[in-house]
């Protein structure tokens, strides 16, 4: 079965700062999906960006990009000149597009952008 | 607009009592998912639907029943509620064969405390 580590519970930073966030995966697959997603205090899960395993190139999103290392099974998520409403909690999900596509879902970690 | 609605926002039940939470969407995708969110866990699967007509258990699927109405819709059943199951409900569809595919679509959650 495939699982998802956040090793961050938390994180603060200062407005305008650059963050990275960190994910780590374990699977046997070689095709898959990453995703992070964005849950602000309104509880709505808002997606952020996507990755699939086969495209080397890292996936970005206006301020947000991923650094994909898919031999070490690492998707991490850069903010780029973090905005107060960046505050949230992140989770970083995988999902296997054979079956099911169910989506596997890290711990999440609480991002706090500080003015 | 289209998307995943949920009913109801927030729920109190008391240990024993029964509630349907509903679920439709109109994005004319196949699959639909039900997760539990609980602090410091992410999201866990409880039950999904790969397609109209069947349904499957998740990671954690004691105490819960699901019916798959139609395509549309996709509800959850808690016959007897439990003090465990205080948590946030999300309902989520999501169709990998649809073009350009983004991920799931999820619903705004439910509140739901056992008291």
């Known amino acids: 079965a495939q699982t998802v580590t956040q090793s961050q519970p938390e994180m603060s930073v200062q407005e305008a700062e650059t963050v990275t966030l960190s994910c780590t995966y374990d699977?046997?697959?070689?095709?898959?999906?990453l995703f992070w997603y964005k849950q602000p205090p309104s509880r709505q899960m808002i997606l952020v960006i996507r990755?699939?395993?086969?495209?080397?190139q890292n996936a970005t999103e206006n301020r947000f990009s991923v650094n994909f290392q898919k031999a070490a099974k690492s998707f991490s998520l850069k903010i780029s000149d973090s905005q107060l409403g960046d505050t949230a909690m992140y989770f970083c999900?995988?999902?296997?597009?054979?079956?099911?596509?169910?989506?596997?879902f890290g711990q999440g970690t609480r991002l706090t952008i500080n003015p | 607009n289209a998307g995943v609605t949920q009913t109801p926002k927030f729920q109190v039940l008391k240990t024993g009592q029964s509630m349907t939470l509903q679920c439709a969407q109109d994005?004319?995708?196949?699959?639909m998912y039900w997760y539990r969110q609980d602090p410091g866990m992410g999201l866990r699967l409880i039950y999904y639907?790969?397609?109209?007509?069947?349904?499957d258990k998740g990671e954690v699927p004691n105490g819960y029943n699901v019916s798959r109405l139609n395509k549309r819709e996709f509800s959850l059943r808690l016959e007897s509620a439990a003090p465990s199951q205080t948590s946030v409900y999300f309902c989520?569809?999501?169709?990998?064969?649809?073009?350009?595919?983004?991920?799931?679509?999820f619903g705004s959650g439910t509140r739901l405390t056992v008291v």
């Open positions: 639907s790969a397609s109209e007509g069947t349904t």
């Open positions: 999900a995988f999902m296997n597009p054979q079956g099911a596509q169910k989506l596997v």
């Open positions: 699977t046997s697959e070689s095709n898959y999906y």
């Open positions: 989520a569809s999501s169709d990998l064969g649809q073009p350009d595919y983004y991920g799931y679509t």
């Open positions: 994005m004319n995708h196949n699959s």
């Open positions: 990755q699939e395993a086969y495209k080397q």
